[in-house]
């Protein structure tokens, strides 16, 4: 840890780098905002804030949720085959048009809970079998898309409880039912992360993993549970979605994982774990959805979005990490 | 570093080498690590036979040809991987980077013939190169910088395609022989492959140098201090998996007649499961050319298989990272883990 100072450090204190550092994100936004304003009108119209906001929400669940991995250190790209899995199981048991199952919200808790229990199986085989969590995930999401695969069996089960869809459609005082719901999913985990002990445990953990377990922290069960708070997330997108859609499909969360790591990377949450939380999760979702509505404004290609964002993502960790490169480690 | 030069590719597959041997206390070999390098092959051999018993047409020429040609482009993807795995890192962007090198080669084949596809292997293989070159100067992990670069060049593919596929019709010769040339009546695409990979196996096998990347996954603080760069070590892996995405780029290309911006994303999964169940461990350090072999072999005929039993082909993701979580489980060196991230 005794590294000589570099040019970088010397300048600045340690006070204005934090400052820094908890700023940028939103005052990026907040750039990107006035530019896109500047640039087309429309961008600020009631009509597009109103897009932007139930754009965001998918996002803003999925990110809320994934928070909590990244804080231990740990990742989860399962997230897509969740969210696939999740939106199957809604579409089937509310009332459809494939089978007569017609649970209503129930079906709905269901899907969720699908989430619940593959982000269970993320964390056993993370922390009980022992096998990396960008492993795990990438496997367990793998047999997600499949289970979703099965159940779609070559044609999307449409959904026809109303109730149901106006969860997705519908909106509430001018605002979309689903920007409120994620809403309430980031006060939630705010929550969880300010006043429980798997928040608080949360940051120790992913600070320094054996000097938590020396302070006798049952690291083990933290880590299960962070997991399950990201599986419950993508369970959650995936009823939005399924909602929204009006159908459930293998390929319904295409693109969230990315959007969702990269927002929350973005806002300023370490990939090492142990610094961030859900509100920075929240400014990195708004600058992703901002940044990805106002290139099309101004017309660029929407296949160069996933190309910028694959490239915000590079620099996003490029930049947070730079300061620690100095230390001889081992990074695979 | 001279321990490590002459060892053969079976020796290394034994967790107890010269290097661990420092690391591990002196416990001798046990049964256990004696067999389980032996089990990927034993899976493979019982699976045939499982099969050509249920379907005794298994083994004819026919299908033995089928099973050739569904080997060659998962195999070059699986070896490119294996570099960067047996470093201890992880190349989530090659099946990306490859489905871009077919775009390319779609596009320039028809203008620049051979030096279209000279052009599209440099291409990928700087792919690769920058991937390893942030990987190693920046210190970030490398699952997160080859995610972003899945999502770069996906889009770049996307966006200079169109999003849609692009025939190959002319100038379709200078790729076409690899799709319809015979030896022994078995197609030359997975013959060449095989025999890539052996010339791999051999190369890592005698080079002085050629167990560096076996070293740099099993004691990365040795290596450096002996002198190696550990930089250009990292970059190497990485530009290896580069340049074998684009050459399994150039036999897909073949084997379609075209090149799309995802033609090679669904091989990502059963070339990481090939690697991985050959008995490479994702923790570095162990693993080999003749291992990833039989890992893409286990792969195609179990594919084979299930349609052969009757099993629904929607079962195959499933199955795929069923069997990626089972085989890291059983492979995984946890001693070397100080924490599971």
């Known amino acids: ?332 | 570093m001279t321990l490590m030069n002459r060892r053969t590719d079976e020796a290394a597959a034994d967790p107890s080498t010269a290097a661990l041997r420092a690391i591990v206390p002196a416990t001798g070999r046990s049964w256990r690590d004696r067999l389980t390098p032996l089990i990927p092959l034993v899976v493979l051999i019982a699976l045939v036979l499982v099969i050509t018993i249920k379907q005794p047409n298994f083994l004819s020429l026919y299908s033995m040809r089928g099973l050739l040609e569904s080997v060659a482009p998962l195999l070059l993807l699986a070896l490119g991987q294996m570099f960067v795995i047996l470093t201890g890192g992880i190349d989530l962007a090659f099946a990306a980077v490859a489905s871009f090198g077919t775009v390319l080669l779609a596009l320039w084949i028809p203008d620049m013939g051979p030096g279209g596809i000279v052009l599209a292997l440099l291409v990928t293989s700087l792919i690769g190169f920058v991937n390893g070159f942030v990987v190693a100067k920046a210190q970030v992990p490398s699952f997160i910088v080859t995610l972003g670069a899945l999502g770069l060049y996906s889009g770049i593919g996307l966006w200079i395609s169109g999003a849609s596929t692009i025939r190959l019709s002319e100038g379709y010769d200078v790729v076409g022989w690899l799709a319809d040339l015979r030896i022994a009546q078995l197609p030359a695409s997975g013959l060449l492959a095989i025999v890539i990979a052996v010339v791999i196996a051999v190369l890592m096998g005698t080079l002085r140098r050629g167990r560096a990347l076996h070293a740099l996954g099993l004691a990365e603080p040795a290596v450096l201090m002996s002198g190696i760069s550990t930089v250009r070590l990292r970059i190497l892996a990485f530009t290896l998996s580069g340049l074998f995405s684009g050459l399994a780029a150039v036999m897909l290309v073949a084997l379609q007649r075209s090149g799309g911006p995802s033609l090679a994303d669904s091989m990502q999964l059963p070339a990481i499961a090939a690697v991985v169940i050959g008995g490479t461990a994702i923790t570095g350090g162990v693993g080999g050319a003749m291992k990833t072999l039989v890992g893409a072999l286990i792969i195609v005929v179990l594919r084979v298989g299930l349609s052969a039993v009757g099993v629904d082909p929607a079962w195959e993701q499933v199955f795929y990272g069923a069997v990626i979580v089972a085989a890291v489980a059983l492979t995984i060196d946890r001693s070397r883990l100080r924490s599971i991230k």
Do not use: C
């Open chain 1, 1 to 332: 840890m005794t590294h000589p100072p570099t040019v970088d450090e010397r300048r600045l204190s340690p006070r204005v780098r934090r400052l820094i550092a908890d700023a940028g994100p939103l005052v990026a936004l907040i750039v990107l905002i006035v530019v896109f304003a500047v640039a087309n009108p429309v961008f600020v119209s009631p009509g597009n804030i109103g897009i932007l906001l139930s754009q965001a929400a998918v996002p803003l669940v999925i990110a809320t949720g994934l928070t909590f991995v990244i804080l231990l250190g740990g990742i989860d790209l399962s997230i897509e085959g969740v969210v696939a899995t999740s939106s199957l199981v809604f579409a089937l048991t509310v009332a459809n048009d494939r089978n007569d199952l017609a649970l209503g919200l129930f079906g709905a808790l269901l899907a969720v809970l699908a989430g619940s229990v593959f982000g269970l199986a993320n964390g056993l085989a993370n922390v009980k079998l022992g096998i990396p969590s960008f492993m795990a995930t990438l496997g367990l999401g793998a047999v997600g898309i499949g289970i979703a695969t099965v159940l779609f069996a070559g044609r999307s089960p449409r959904v026809l409880d109303s109730g149901m869809r106006m969860l997705g459609q519908g909106s509430t005082l001018g605002i979309a039912n689903i920007f409120l719901i994620a809403v309430l999913v980031l006060v939630i985990g705010w929550f969880v992360q300010r006043f429980t002990r798997l928040g608080r445990y949360g940051y120790v953990i992913g600070g320094d993993e054996a000097v938590a377990r020396l302070s006798g922290v049952r690291v083990g069960r933290y880590k299960i549970g962070a997991f399950v708070l990201g599986g419950t997330a993508s369970g959650i997108a995936g009823v939005l979605l399924g909602s929204q859609l009006g159908v459930g499909m293998p390929t319904i969360g295409s693109g969230t994982m990315f959007t969702a790591i990269t927002a929350v990377v973005l806002g300023g949450t370490l990939l090492t774990g142990g610094r961030g939380g859900v509100l920075r999760s929240f400014v990195g979702v708004l600058i992703i959805v901002v940044l990805a509505n106002g290139l099309i404004l101004i017309g660029v290609n929407p296949y160069a979005q996933v190309a910028v964002q694959g490239l915000v993502i590079i620099a996003a960790v490029v930049a947070t990490g730079w300061r620690l490169r100095t230390r001889v480690r081992i990074i695979k």
